[in-house]
T-cell receptor, first 115, second 111 residues
């Protein structure tokens, strides 16, 4: 497919466990963004990458959250020692480049539930 | 810190009506504004993107306007259809390329 894909679509884990969420951006898109959407809220920015580097990680809530994009394509969001408050839909988006004229294209999200 | 507010939070209209969704933002130093549609359990679909230098954008039955100085945008939907039922999100793009979203307007178009 030509869109942004995210895996898994749903993830249920227990408090204290480690989870990884994967994002496959649109081919050729250099900019990649992670957002988190809690129930009844709009998405909130977490981090974005330009190529392989994290250009802005100011939205990561604490040091339990980390994201990588080692080859400038696929990105993984990693959450250590999960807490119930981490439960949300994690959305990934990509754009052709880091530009004000480019639309961000969103994936379907990963619904994370921490029991 | 940029804050985005969308009014109303929910709207229910009969099919065929024209309607307006409102978005306001506190910091007028924006670079663009996007309207998205979100269907239940799905990701976001971009509807319209307005650059800060533009006043409006149109796509089919949708028209979005932007008044940067007053911190307002509207999304006009003409001749609404049941398939338009979804949550509509407004997001503003700041100097660091990240989007700040409102909470959305839940639109229901009744047949």
């Amino acid at each position: 497919g030509a869109g942004v894909s995210q895996t898994p679509s749903n993830k249920v884990t227990e408090k204290g466990k480690y989870v990884e969420l994967r994002c496959d951006p649109i081919s050729g898109h250099t900019a990649l963004y992670w957002y988190r959407q809690s129930l009844g809220q709009g998405p909130e920015f977490l981090i974005y990458f330009q190529g392989t580097g994290a250009a802005d990680d100011s939205g990561l809530p604490n040091d339990r959250f980390f994201a990588v994009r080692p080859e400038g394509s696929v990105s993984t969001l990693k959450i250590q020692r999960t807490e119930r408050g981490d439960s949300a839909v994690y959305l990934c988006a990509s754009s052709l480049e880091r530009s004000f004229t480019d639309t961000q294209y969103f994936g379907p999200g990963t619904r994370l539930t921490v029991l | 810190k940029q804050e985005v507010t969308q009014i109303p939070a929910a709207l229910s209209v009969p099919e065929g009506e024209n309607l307006v969704l409102n978005c306001s933002f506190t910091d007028s130093a924006i670079y663009n504004l996007q309207w998205f549609r979100q269907d239940p359990g799905k990701g976001l679909t971009s509807l319209l993107l307005i650059q800060s230098s533009q006043r409006e954008q149109t796509s089919g039955r949708l028209n979005a306007s932007l008044d940067k100085s007053s911190g307002r945008s509207t999304l006009y939907i003409a001749a609404s259809q049941p398939g338009d039922s979804a949550t509509y999100l407004c997001a503003v793009g700041g100097s660091n390329y990240k989007l700040t979203f409102g909470k959305g307007t839940l639109l229901t178009v009744n047949p």
